[in-house]
Each structure stands twice: as C-alpha cells, then as structure tokens.
C-alpha cells in the first residue's frame, strides 16, 4: 500500500490573544488522565473545539485540540487526513459511550499522518479539558505580561544611561537570550550585543536586515526567517536613515515581538543618525518621565518650562494597547512622550506641548505659536487636562484621569477638564483653596474622588459606576456617606454647588 501524501496545513487565523499551550503541559494535567498514544510528541494548542461531524475541515480554523467521541467515525484513514490538512494541533478521542476503545485504525492514521492522538478517560468530560487549556492560556499569558514588563522597564532603564544605545541592545540581547546588531542599509554593524550566530546565519541576518532598511514604498517594517536553526528578525527603525534592528535567537517565545517592539520605538529615538542634541534630550526626557522622575529633573531636558497637556487615553474596544500602539497614538497627536501604561493598568499617557513650537513661531515671524488642537483619535477614548506649566504636570495628570473616565461614563471619544471660570474664577485661589479644604476635611480621597466624579455626571448612579469600574451600590453608599459626613442634603442644588467648587480647587 503507497503511504499517503502529506496534506499540507493551511496557513493560520490569527491566535487568541494568548500564547500558544505546549502539548505536554495539559498531559501534565493528571487530574484529567490523558494519555498520549499515537503521533508525535510535540504540538502547540491554540484552541479547543468539539465536534462529531464525519468531516469537520470546514469549522476548524488550525490549531486546534478537536475532541471527539467518534459518533460518525467510519474512514479513520480520510478523517485523519481532513484533520491535517485543516492544520488541527492534536486529536483527543473520547472512548465510550461510543467506543469501548480507541480504534486501532484510527492509532495507525495518527502515526501515519504525524497528528498527536490522545485517549479521554470515560470520566473526563470534554469541558473540562477545555477548562484546563483555557487556564493554561490565562496562566501563559500572565507569564507574558510579566516578563514584557520587566523588559520594558529594563530597556528604559538602559536607555537612561548615558551610552544608551549600546545599553539597550545589551539589554536586548540579554532579554532575548541572542543577538542584537544595529546596521545600516548597506548591512555595516554599527552596534552589537550579544553571542555571534554562525557564520553563514550572521550574513543572513544582514540580508533580512537590507531587506527592512530599504527606503522605498512598499518596503516592510519587519521581516523574519530561519536558518539553520537560528531565528532571525529585523526591524526598519524610524527617522529616515536607513537603519534597522536585527536580532538572532536560538528559540521562539511568546512575548519577544512585543520585547523587540519596545526596543525598536527607543532606538527609533536614540539612534538615529540626523537626531540633534534637542532632540536626543528630549528622548532622554521621554525615558526619565517612563521611569517616573519629577517635572523639575526633566524640565531642563524637555526644553520648555509649557504650558504642556497631559492626555490619557484607553483603547475604546476594550484591548490593552502595547507599546507599538501607544506610540503611533503619540505621533497622530504630535508627541514622542509617551508612557505606554503599566502592568495592570491599561491607560496610555501622552505629554503633549501645548503649542506648535519654535518651527511655528519662524514661519509666523516671530508671533506666538499656534495652539496645539487635541481631537478625536479613531479607536481611543481620550481624556484631556487644560494645558499645565511644567511644575504642575502631577495636578494635570490627575484632571487627566478624572477626564478620561468622564469621557468613558459618557461615551465620548474625548473630554477636555475644563478650567475654573465664571463667578468661581472670581475668588482669590488661595482663599479658594483653603475654603475648599475645610469644607471637604471630613471626606477621604475616595470618597472625596467618588462625590465629584457623581456631580459632575449630574448624580447619574450607573455613570459614575461605570466611571469608576465599581458597583453602582457602591457609589450610592459612598454618596451617602459623603452626605452623613458633610452633614448635608445632596439633594439641593446651592449644596451640590458649593461642594462642587470646592472640589474643582483640589
């Protein structure tokens, strides 16, 4: 009998927002008791589906654990070779009530084809093999996450050196466990950290590189390959010099586009050739502010004592932006500063001159230069201080916030914190102040922060819960509160007004 043809697996839908599950982790499992019989070893889940359909090749999307108890199984042979072509990772059969056991047709299939094969206990249900992959995912993905984070707080921290972009490629190489070179167009290393590859890898690699660096249309941005074993990418490097960066692994793991991503938008700002001593600053500003210095540390780097905006902004969908995305964010709003969150916390902060700058101010002669407009960014919700002097950037962050989670209670796309003016722009700011402090001495910043995002949504309970990600019962007892403590009728209008100017002085 000729051996059959290899069908070949077509190519991937993009994967869950998780890392791929090594096979052998849910066969560690032993409270599930798989055990593997047929195919190989190794294979990588992205899903878990279920079906009894004679033919299931058109609802799979590649990747897949398929779970089955063989219902309709009568040509082991083609449904083995169906399951392949549709890219499945592996093949969990469940035997009884159908099947007293695995049937040895479908063993050899298996073996034939190269598809792992598992054998589901009868007391296994299928949900819960599904369970235990979805816990595997959430478990790799916080792995993830972790080690993204650490990387990104130690390529900013060596970007903060005073030889930063040999910092960062060391830093990048360690992070990676490989190499990474910084060439030119022409594929000459201008800097490098990390073990040599092979030879004939290394010259691939700067192949791969000339690829990205080339300045035309159509050129990509990225560009991978394999060879010999090694991992190879390169990455074209923003500022129009040709340049990219190039790294060279021995593996793959989730988590090391994004590690590389980091580092492409700090060298984007580093090592560009055509970068002046201003603007070399002002990225060394950009890393201080990421690793959290004061207004005064930076203010000499920034070259501008303001006033400047501080914006916040989340991903209107709901996704965690990465720092790819939070600096295209930064350049559709006119900002290279910009703080691409936290783990645990999903907002993006961009510090935002509040006018055009020096280039506005020659092409005007001389005038002052034009406002900076904030508006709309499709896919994000943005919250906006008014523009801040320098030394008040901590205040502005704040009204940042409260903006943001106006815009998200409300649904807009974006809103601006709006000055004191009016009557209330009246009254001396200090004795504002220290009214506002007396008034509001017997609140705690809770409940303090919880009181004036509900006046300021009009005493809407559901808004204001949404506002601040807490259960609308909570902001009733809180408001309640506030009411006991402040001896006061929320329910009158001179009240809710006074307190809310008070809370505008804080």
């Known amino acids: 009998m000729d051996e059959p043809s290899m069908p070949t697996p077509p190519a991937h839908s993009p994967g869950p927002p998780a890392p791929p599950i090594p096979l052998a982790e849910l066969l560690a499992s032993k409270d599930l008791g798989l055990r593997r019989i047929a195919g190989p ?71 034939r084809y190269g598809l ?63 190499r990474a070179v910084l060439l030119t167009g022409r594929g000459e290393e201008v800097h490098a950290a990390g073990r040599r590859p092979p030879p004939e890898a290394a010259a691939a690699l700067a192949r791969l590189a000339r690829v990205v660096a080339r300045e035309r249309p159509g050129s990509p941005a990225s560009a991978t390959d394999t060879h010999a074993g090694t991992h190879l990418a390169a990455y074209a490097l923003g500022g129009g010099e040709g340049l990219a960066l190039a790294l060279a692994t021995r593996r793959r793991e989730a988590g090391d586009h994004t590690v590389a991503g980091i580092a492409v938008v700090l060298l984007s700002l580093l090592a560009a050739p055509h970068q002046g001593a201003d603007a070399a600053d002002r990225s060394a500003a950009l890393v201080r502010l990421l690793l959290g210095a004061t207004p005064a540390e930076v203010a000499p780097l920034l070259g501008s004592p303001g006033p400047w905006t501080v914006i916040h902004a989340r991903r209107s969908d709901g996704t965690t932006a990465d ?45 002052a230069p034009a406002r900076r407009e904030v508006t709309p960014q499709p896919g994000w919700t943005l919250g906006v201080s008014t523009p801040t002097p320098l030394a008040a950037l901590d ?32 009254i001396p700011p200090d004795q504002a102040a220290a009214h506002a402090r007396t008034l509001l001495a017997p609140l705690t910043p809770p409940l303090a922060d919880t009181l004036r995002c509900w006046l300021s949504l009009h005493g809407s309970w559901d808004r204001t819960a949404v506002a601040l990600a ?7 007892q809180r408001i309640g509160r506030c009411a006991v403590l402040l001896g006061v009728d929320l329910n009158d209008m001179d009240v809710r007004t006074e307190l809310w100017f008070a809370l505008r002085q804080e």
Not at 334 to 348: F, I, Q
């Open 116 to 178: 792992p094969l598992l054998e589901v206990p009868p007391e296994t249900p299928f949900t819960a093999i599904a369970r235990a992959v979805w816990r595997l995912m959430a478990e790799a993905r916080h792995r993830e996450l972790r080690r993204v984070t650490r990387a990104q707080q130690a390529l900013a921290t060596a970007a903060a050196r005073p030889d930063p972009v040999p910092a960062v490629l060391h830093q990048l190489a360690a992070q990676l466990s490989g």
């Open 395 to 426: 205040s502005a962050d704040l009204r940042a916030a409260r903006a943001l989670a106006h815009a998200e209670a409300t649904r807009a796309p974006l809103t601006v914190d709006t000055p004191v003016t009016g009557l209330a722009a009246l």
């Open 470 to 476: 807490v259960h609308r019962n909570t902001v009733r």
């Open 41 to 111: 070893a190794d294979a990588d889940l992205l899903w878990v589906h279920t079906s009894e359909m004679a033919d299931p090749y058109p609802y799979l999307l590649g990747g897949e654990l398929l779970l089955s108890a063989g219902v309709l199984l009568t040509d082991p042979d083609h449904y083995v070779a169906r399951l392949v072509e549709a890219g499945a990772a592996a093949l969990g059969f469940g035997v009884r009530p159908v099947h007293e056991a695995v049937p040895e047709a479908l063993i050899e299939a298996c073996d």
């Open 323 to 367: 720092a790819l995305t939070a600096g295209a964010l930064g350049a559709s709003l006119g900002s290279a500063l910009v703080d691409a969150g936290r783990e645990g916390d999903d907002t993006v902060r961009v510090l935002l001159p509040s006018t055009a700058g020096e280039a506005t101010r020659e092409a005007v002669g001389g005038e």
